[in-house]
């Protein structure tokens, strides 16, 4: 079957002749030939180099043989089209200067925000054409919420307080930046889909550290949003949200046609508390690639019986992959995956 046929039949739980598999992260610090790339250029440099973002991106599909790419870029790249700076550390992401207060908010860009990262759209073209057909492309973006949250907490952030001090003193606030993130991150997948991109997945990344309450309130009104804001295109879309089992009630109002699933929960019962209304993406734990081939080969095994007969299953990790994970064991996860999907 055709790749690109395959793919979008799952994600509309329509027959294929296996579920495709691809892999959070699957390009990236895992890879020694991304390291040596990153040795030469920083992060952001990297991700503004529609040369170097291509070259990234068709990785995974040389070298493990997945069955998509995913364009390389990061999930804050349009807050610095809304006039913020982001920069990568050893500790991880920055974002300056962390939004806290209504005028800050208030300064931020919207309207042109879309256009300040173009790069991002001329890697998506370049990215297609590199690919000649051989696998679908996705791309991405963060949903308002766990922008916002990077945005305010100034990166990565172990309590959040800051963002919960805002649910509780200033809502308003927060939804103001919220009803922002929402218009620029429409106009920014609109913009990858024109692009070429096939399908689009949205990280809600730090979805599950709100109550199902506060989710309700602050993400699923401007993630749903920015998929209805898409929705004309055809384009599948896919959503992600870690550490969300306490959200599946919220998640099936989403007007999406994939729940990619952590590992936590089993796809057997996300797909029936979901009344199969949705293809669903996962889930195998990660931390099995650091483990020998049998056990990944038996991981492997477990998530597509988990599944079950029937369509509408795209075969990933329930999380990224991480970097202690060696090539040869990614690939042995996506040679399982194949062999059995056959099956």
Known sequence: ?????????????????????????????????????RDKVSFMELCRSPELCTEVTLMPIDQIGVDAAILFSDILIPLEGMGLDVSFDDRGPRVSPPLRTAAEVDGLRVDGADEEVAYVYEAVRQIKTALSGRVPLLGFAGAPLTLAIYAIEGGSSRNRHSVRKMVYEAPEVLERLLDKLATVVTRYLRHQIDAGVDVVQIFDTWGGTMSLADWRRFSLPYTARIMEGIKDTGVPIVHYALDSAHLTEGLVELPCDVLSVDWRQPLSLI?????????????????????????????????????????????????????????????????????????
């Not at 049998?294 to 991981?299: F, K, M, R």
């Not at 994970?325 to 056959?342: F, I, M, P, R, W």
């Open 1 to 37: 079957m055709d790749p690109t046929e395959r793919f979008l039949r799952a994600c509309r739980r329509q027959p294929v002749d296996r579920p495709p598999i691809w892999i959070m992260r699957q390009a990236g610090r895992y890879m020694p030939s991304y390291q040596a790339i």
């Open 271 to 343: 797909r029936e508390q979901t009344g199969g209304r949705f293809a669903l993406q996962g889930n195998v734990e990660p931390g099995v690639l650091t483990c020998a081939d049998e056990h990944i080969y038996a991981a492997a095994k477990a998530c597509l019986d988990d599944y079950g007969d029937g369509p509408g299953h795209i075969f990933n990790l329930g999380h990224g992959i991480t970097p202690d994970v060696s090539v040869a064991a990614a690939k042995a996860l996506v040679d399982a995956a194949k062999e059995l999907g056959a099956r």
